[in-house]
């Protein structure tokens, strides 16, 4: 079989990243299983990995070096779930003061960034966005110069100016508006970016991790950049039922009503076109087969993005098991082509 460059991509969805991170689980338990090494890790068989917001989080997780063996990774798919489901009550803690003293989310962010920080600091204390095992694109948005701005493992091992400290690369990725301010992070050069989550433009991150694909990596021969056809991608979505709005609220609505559902709709909207926009690459080739898109149902879960009450994470987490067991045939084909296709 021709090699194929293997790309994994995760969607933004806050504490519904545990849909992913639970289906994530699961594959990595398959690859383990075929594969006959219990020490099998995602890191092994995917090349290229993209994600935004919470995608980003669980990207960074998956690449985090191990201090003590530098070419293994240090958490396993288990470990980054398990940031959502210990750690989601307090990144989106229902904190009084603080809710009394933003107006409800009104006049400034919905949660105070220093429980967020704080946990990162504990999973990647200063590892380089260099050290991660494999190319990722990570993806945030610049507000004063009004540009998207990807952070790139790649890039970043050879040029310091494209490298920051992983902690506040999870940070910059997942810093949605109106749920976090912004970060504000300096690269390892000294220079400074004032970023939020790079979900107001890339929600589903594959089409980005396509078109740099295209542009970073070269066909098996060194000929020429890869194509579609020299791809297999798995993308990750962070569920399929949306939040419904009413038509009679909605048109009392001014500028604060519509913040929060502008977000919610920009966000799965272009997660759906997105994905709609790849099915198109791969077909128009003949390797539809190539393409595998898993968007896992909720189940009893809320849609929102911060409800991280035990009763929603106890949720979530059976949803994305659930989701997991449904789409096992697709699961199924991830690991054949993951197996049969070497190392890039």
């Known amino acids: 079989m021709a090699q194929l460059l293997r790309i994994l991509s995760i969607d933004g969805g806050g504490i519904r990243g545990i849909l992913p991170g639970q289906i994530l689980l699961a594959l990595e338990q398959k690859l383990k299983l075929?594969?006959?090494?219990?020490?099998?890790?995602?890191?092994?068989?995917?090349?290229?990995?993209?994600?935004?917001?919470?995608?980003?989080?669980?990207?960074?997780?998956y690449l985090c070096p191990d201090e003590n063996s530098p070419t293994r990774p240090?958490?396993?798919?288990?470990?980054?779930?398990?940031?959502?489901?210990?750690?989601?009550?307090e990144i989106f803690k229902n904190d009084l003061a603080h809710r009394l003293y933003s107006t409800g989310g009104f006049t400034e962010e919905k949660y105070p960034a220093g429980p967020i920080e704080a946990i990162l600091e504990n999973y990647f204390h200063d590892t380089k966005l260099s050290s991660l095992l494999k190319p990722c694109i990570i993806t945030s948005y610049n507000i004063h110069n009004r540009s998207t701005h990807f952070f790139t493992q790649h890039d970043a091992a050879d040029k310091p100016g494209y490298d920051y400290l992983v902690k506040d690369v999870a940070r910059a990725t997942s810093a949605a508006p109106t749920y976090f301010e912004p970060a504000r992070v300096s690269s390892l050069s000294g220079v400074s970016y004032p970023l939020v989550d790079g979900g107001v433009f890339?929600?589903?991150?594959?089409?980005?991790?396509?078109?740099?694909?295209?542009?970073r990596f070269w066909k098996q021969d060194g000929s020429k950049n890869v194509t579609a056809t020299d791809m297999f991608m798995l993308s990750i979505g962070t569920g399929s039922v949306k939040k419904k709005y009413d038509y009679n609220k909605a048109a009392g609505w001014g500028s604060l009503g519509w913040i929060e559902p502008v977000l919610d709709i920009?966000?799965?909207?272009?997660?759906?076109?997105?994905?709609?926009?790849?099915?198109?690459?791969f077909d128009a080739i003949d390797k539809?087969?190539?393409?595998?898109?898993?968007?896992?149902?909720?189940?009893?879960?809320?849609?929102?993005m911060d409800n991280a009450s035990d009763e929603n994470v106890k949720a979530l987490s059976e949803a994305g098991i659930a989701s997991a067991e449904k789409f096992d045939a697709e699961l199924e084909k991830a690991v054949e082509f993951l197996l049969k296709n070497p190392k890039v």
Not at 80 to 89: E, I, P, R, S
Not at 267 to 273: E, I, L, N, P, V
Not at 291 to 300: K, N, S
């Open 34 to 61: 075929r594969s006959n090494n219990p020490n099998a890790n995602l890191a092994d068989y995917f090349d290229l990995f993209a994600g935004t917001s919470t995608g980003g989080i669980l990207t960074c997780l």
């Open 266 to 281: 920009m966000m799965s909207g272009a997660s759906d076109t997105i994905d709609f926009q790849l099915k198109q690459i």
């Open 74 to 89: 240090k958490f396993s798919a288990k470990n980054a779930v398990d940031l959502y489901l210990k750690h989601g009550a």
């Open 288 to 304: 539809k087969e190539n393409y595998i898109r898993i968007d896992p149902d909720m189940g009893e879960a809320d849609c929102t």
């Open 202 to 215: 890339a929600n589903n991150p594959a089409l980005c991790a396509y078109a740099e694909a295209r542009h």
